[in-house]
């Protein structure tokens, strides 16, 4: 009969003392956007409304790090919370991205989902985040963070709370701009 050997709770396994995630950029690169169905068009072409045609993801905003050089900040430093704004938001801004917006979508230290409302949310741009809560939404500036669909409903769920080496990721589904929020 084999020895009995007690379990050693403060004791992690040889491998998982190893694992290694990706830094924010290359988590960010690797995460999946929500959902975008086909809609009433897609009827046209043989899809059922509710069919998905593809994912919003986060390319444009990973380019216009890599642009303005915010992106040695999500492969190093940190920790630090990212406010990756999906490929739509892009499409809709209509300003010029810079460094100072794109530093305003890094909070400094990690901050889940959870703790969003306790305060304390500098940007690397040097501005402060404001968090509200609405309507069972939470709420950075006016950009919904980690949309869930609920219910019955069809829509997208926005990743939220995506651990990386140096930090979490959070989707959002605008552009934020400092200063431009008047709660």
Same mark, same amino acid.
């Given at each position: 009969?084999p020895?009995?050997?007690?379990f050693?709770?403060n004791?992690?396994?040889?491998?998982?003392?190893?694992?290694?995630?990706?830094?924010?950029?290359?988590?960010i690169?690797?995460?999946?956007?929500?959902?975008?169905?086909?809609?009433?068009?897609?009827?046209l072409?043989?899809?059922?409304?509710s069919?998905i045609k593809?994912?919003?993801n #986060?390319? !444009?905003?990973?380019?216009?790090?890599?642009?303005t @050089? &915010?992106?040695?900040d999500?492969? +190093?430093? /940190?920790p630090?919370t990212?406010?990756?704004?999906v490929?739509?938001a892009?499409?809709?801004?209509?300003?010029?991205?810079t460094?100072?917006?794109?530093?305003?979508?890094i909070?400094q230290?990690?901050?889940t989902?959870?703790?969003l409302?306790?305060?304390?949310l500098?940007?690397?741009q040097g501005?402060s985040?404001?968090?509200?809560?609405? #309507?069972r !939404?939470?709420f950075?500036?006016?950009?919904?963070? @980690? &949309?869930?669909s609920?219910?019955? +409903?069809? /829509?997208?769920?926005?990743?939220?709370?995506v651990?990386?080496?140096?930090?979490v990721?959070?989707?959002?589904?605008?552009?934020?701009?400092?200063?431009?929020?008047?709660?």
């Open positions: 009969m020895a009995f050997r007690p050693l709770a004791k992690a396994p040889a491998h998982a003392a190893n694992l290694q995630m990706a830094d924010l950029a290359g988590t690169q690797g995460l999946q956007g929500p959902e975008i169905f086909w809609g009433s068009e897609g009827v072409s043989g899809h059922e409304e069919d593809g994912y919003d #986060f390319g !444009k905003f990973l380019s216009a790090c890599q642009q @050089g &915010v992106i040695s999500l492969q +190093s430093a /940190g630090y990212v406010l990756a704004p490929d739509s892009f499409d809709e801004y209509k300003g010029q991205v460094a100072d917006i794109l530093k305003y979508h909070i230290g990690k901050r989902t959870d703790s409302s306790s305060g304390g500098s940007t690397l501005g985040l404001t968090y509200r809560r609405m #309507f !939404k939470d950075l500036d006016e950009a919904l963070v @980690g &949309v869930k609920a219910g019955a +409903s069809k /829509g997208g769920n926005f990743p939220c709370d651990n990386a080496d140096n930090g990721v959070h989707s959002i589904n605008l552009i934020l701009v400092p200063g431009a929020f008047q709660g």
